[in-house]
């Protein structure tokens, strides 16, 4: 079973309207959780970095949330454009881990945003 | 422009052929990966490079075959491959494996289709 799970798998919306992105973990505490935005045929790129001490993360009209309570994290656009259209990755780094490079990555959830 | 190019972005090979996908960060970067991306499943890690030299490999079938001349470059050559192997290749850059904060920067990927 894959530690991080992500839900919707994919969410069709408005152009403006605002949306919420799932990340259920399982790796607890952890060092860092990601939001990466990978755009249809390109590499993923970071949006928001929180550390387990974190509740929230913004970068423009994207605002990240933790619950460390419930080990859930959020990813909130807000005012959608075309441009938002992509998949959105959860990742997370476990702390302390035999590899350096140890990553757990989620499914991502597919996101388009309609005229 | 993330600072990691991948090329070709394109690859059609049949299951004899020999080829290679390259990849080069051009960030100062001391750790490079590879990661391969199937659909609907998250990003799975193959191999890591720390200063040249693999310290990661993630049972990765021997018909992928990775070599790093350098920090800088990154290869993965392909041998005898199999339709299931069909998959997005990404390469990636991180300064180094040890802190918690460091983003990994992805390349484009290059998109491999064995016939």
């Known amino acids: 079973k894959n530690q991080v799970e992500q839900s919707p798998q994919s969410l069709i919306i408005l152009e403006g309207k605002n949306c919420t992105l799932q990340c259920n973990y399982t790796v607890s505490p952890f060092s860092n959780l990601r939001w990466y935005k990978q755009d249809t045929g390109r590499g993923p790129v970071s949006l928001t970095i929180m550390t387990f001490s974190e509740n929230t993360k913004s970068n423009g009209r994207y605002t990240a949330t933790l619950d460390a309570d419930t080990k859930q994290s959020s990813l909130h656009i807000t005012a959608s454009q075309l441009s938002d259209s992509a998949s959105y990755i959860c990742?997370?780094?476990?702390?302390?881990?035999?590899?350096?490079?140890?990553?757990?990555f989620g499914k991502g959830t597919s996101l388009l945003v309609t005229p | 422009e993330t600072g990691v190019t991948q090329t070709p972005r394109h690859l059609v090979m049949g299951m004899t052929n020999k080829k290679s996908l390259k990849c080069e960060q051009h960030l100062g970067h001391n750790a490079m990966y590879w990661y391969k991306q199937s659909a609907k499943k998250p990003l799975e890690l193959m191999f890591v490079y720390n200063f040249k030299e693999q310290t990661e490999n993630n049972s990765v079938p021997s018909r992928f075959s990775p070599e790093c001349p350098n920090s800088s470059h990154l290869f993965l050559h392909l041998h005898t491959l199999q339709p299931e192997d069909s998959a997005l290749y990404l390469c990636a850059s991180s300064q180094d494996s040890v802190y918690s904060g460091n983003t990994i920067y992805f390349g484009e990927g290059s998109w491999l289709t064995v016939v």
């Open positions: 990742v997370v780094r476990p702390p302390n881990s035999n590899s350096g490079y140890a990553l757990n």
